[in-house]
């Protein structure tokens, strides 16, 4: 699928049709945004296939990628070199023929099977000091102000200059398939506000999801708790204090998530994958930020998501850590459930107003 080109990436040869391979990084909202790494090479060349290396966890996400011919799924440890599934990837990609391979991690592992399989040209930073194996190193990794800009300036020209804005990612989640996902799980027809109380490290997560499920719930919405098998018991928390229109719907399939959120007529969601899913598909998402900051970590369809903070002046704020050390985790504390409702509610008026709006 062509891709329309963001302003200040022009297209090049149209006629190159060499397929192109990139390595991403695999928490899933890092891979959701590294869809921008996919809009930008579509807008560079637009016959040249473009596929992902993909864990078992994040494939699903590559079926609703456009722009992604195919998903390479392949799970290799984190915590090993693993030097036998090393070789295996390096016989798979081998065999596609990939001229081109983007390796967005900085680590050395990231750059062993794009070596191994012969890949004639390897595009990354600097990274661990992988000479040999990035043979198209770039530098100034450290002047690029945010972890998008790191990755997506790989799909640059050498030393071309970063775009006034970056093309955001996208899911396309055909309506059907939304549809069908509700009457499967028995859910109603009615406004849905999907919960996302989830997160890489407990200081990223809001304290008043229950409270907040319960204030739903008597303003008329269904309300559905999304997330894996480790949010499983804060699912049961929140459904225990909202009552019988809060549906548990955490599970092990990630495509599960994307369905939930696709059919959801508002996400509410912590700093996790799960709101760079909702916004990609475009469901109007908030994302609450305490720790960690929205310029580095937000969304970047503005469009669909809104961030929420606190009002309070908290010099500590973003730490950036996973475990809060100060001020007794204020920067979430001070975010009232009922604040949050309202919004939703805000949000949905406008939904429906820019609905109804003459074309």
Known sequence: MNIDSPNGIAMEDAADTRPILIIPYMWIGDFVRGHTVVRVLKARWPNRPVDLLVTSLCAPLVDYMPGVRAGIVWDLPRSRLAVAKQQGLARELRSRGYATALVLPRTWKAAIAPTLAGIPERVGFFGEARFGLINRMRWGEKALPRFIDKNAALALPDGAPLPLEWPVPQLAVPPEDASRWRQANGLGTGPAVALGPGSVGASKRWTYFPEAARLLAERG????????????????????????????????????????????????SNDSGLMHIAAAIGTPTMGIFGPTSPYLWAPLNGLAATVLQTKSQL?????????????????????????????????????????????
């Open 221 to 268: 919405f269904e309300v559905w708790v999304v997330g894996g098998p480790g949010e499983k018991a804060l699912a049961q928390e929140i459904v225990a204090a909202g009552g019988p229109r809060i549906r548990d719907l955490t599970g092990s399939d990630l495509r599960n998530g994307i369905l939930a959120m696709a059919a959801a007529s508002v996400a509410i």
């Open 315 to 359: 010099t500590c704020q973003p730490c950036q850590r996973t475990v809060c050390t100060m001020n007794d985790h204020r920067c979430m504390r001070d975010i009232p459930a009922s604040d949050v409702v309202d919004i939703v509610q805000r949000v949905l008026g406008e939904a429906r107003a820019r609905a109804h709006r003459p074309s």
